[in-house]
């Protein structure tokens, strides 16, 4: 059985003035330790889709099950990492990265520690006791990341996280997620525009049309790909034809707008 | 020069920037006393109506000695820091209460406007006639003045808290009133602390104008008592001891201030 099971999922917003369709009829199973990209235009309804795997918004119909059961609300086998940053800025980095723990009642001296371990793989290890205005965009994501990874969910949601580092930090993050990924065997879905990113770090695919969002096609990583690190997946043949698909495929919406 | 004597002058420099202003600062008080002193030595201010710096002085350690300015102080002082944190607090509750019910935040709405734009004082014979001509209804009236405003600019600023705040936390299991705690709150503190500035001005009007209303005691009662004997050196005394007691609760907020916001550094 599928780790994820998401299930002919519809969203529309409701306001006074407006109704918009996001999402329409997407279904998509996702294996346990699996690493999926999932790419589409800009406004097509990648944060709402990854906002509804994480519990945070409910579908206005389909369903959901994580493990067999329908989610309904936020689970701590789901950590979720949003589009912007959102340290806390009142709380010192250490603080701010044992925050799931501390709301899930697991901050222990272990806990704590291996948080503060994760810290230090980032290459912030010296910053703990400072505060979220003192660093970096980039340095703030990846707190960020420690945050959503020191709860050790099974199901990692990042919604853009490398978009604001520079190309250099961008590479070693990736890298070091990836690994960090399939060493402790996680599942992942990662929304990035970034189609090289999608390429290099994931098994499978997954491309939204325009919005309402549906799945317009999914392209699966050769073999030969998904043994590599990101950094050294970026520098083969297989790499650069996945590429010339899906930068055509991208493009065609872009040709249908403008038609 | 190198680096270390550029920021041992550019020290310097703000050492004699800061002593400059303090010179000025301390110029201007001295100034004002001297001047008072002098126009009304000298009768151009008359100083049946405007006393004197010497008179106040005079009169200050003829209270001290029979101990009762110590009364009036403490009587008024009490009653400001009670009305103070009471309006604050209730403010503070109310705001969190409408926070959490749109409905009630809602049905509200209307009330809160109208209950702002009133002139909290004129409710004063209103208070008296309900609590009694004392402590309570001077304290009521401290704490009126500033809770329906408290109420309205801490429940914005808890509208106003970025949603995205709210979902992390809430991606991490947090149920609503742990959200409030560990994410609202703690993001309006530079709110509630100003509001707390502006509401130790607020409940030392409060407090005075009950005071003058009903008070057998306190500094507000030594102004009104000193206005019917046109006694003015005491109008005088107790107005400077405002000033003093008033300046001294500022500097206690912007204490806790600095405590509670050290993270902007
Ligand atoms: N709370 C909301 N209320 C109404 N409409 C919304 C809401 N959130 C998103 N939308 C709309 O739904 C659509 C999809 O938004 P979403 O944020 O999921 O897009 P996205 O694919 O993540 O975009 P981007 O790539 O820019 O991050 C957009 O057209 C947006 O305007
Ligand atoms: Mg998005």
Redesign the pocket.
Known sequence: MALLEINKIEKT?F?KTSV?E?IKDINLAVERGEFISII?P????????LSMISGLLKPTSGTIKLDGKQITKPTPETGYML?QDYLFPWLSIRRNITLGLKTMGLLTKETECHALHLLNEMGLGEFKDVYPSQLSGGMRQRVALVRMLATQPKLLLLD?PFSALDFQTKLKLEDLVHSTIKEHEKTAIL?T?DISEAIAMSDRIVMLSR?PATIHRIFKVPDALKGLEPFEARNTALFNDLFQDIWEELESFEHKRTS | MNTKELHNAYVQGLKREKRFVRITQLSILILFFVSWEFLTSQRILDPLLFSSPSRVWNLLLIRISDGSIFVHSSVTLFETVLGFILGTAMGTAMAAMLWWSRFLSRVMDPYLVVLNSMPKVALGPILIVGLGPGFSSIIAMGALISVIITTLVVYNAFKEVDENYVKVIRSFGATKRKSFFSVILPACFPTIISTLKVNVGLAWVGVIVGEFLVSKQGLGYMIIYGFQVFNFTMVMLSLLIIAVLATCMYQLVELLERKLLKYRG
């Open positions: 917003y306001s918009t996001a589409g800009s406004g097509c309804g990648k944060t709402t889709l589009q853009e929304v525009h919005r």
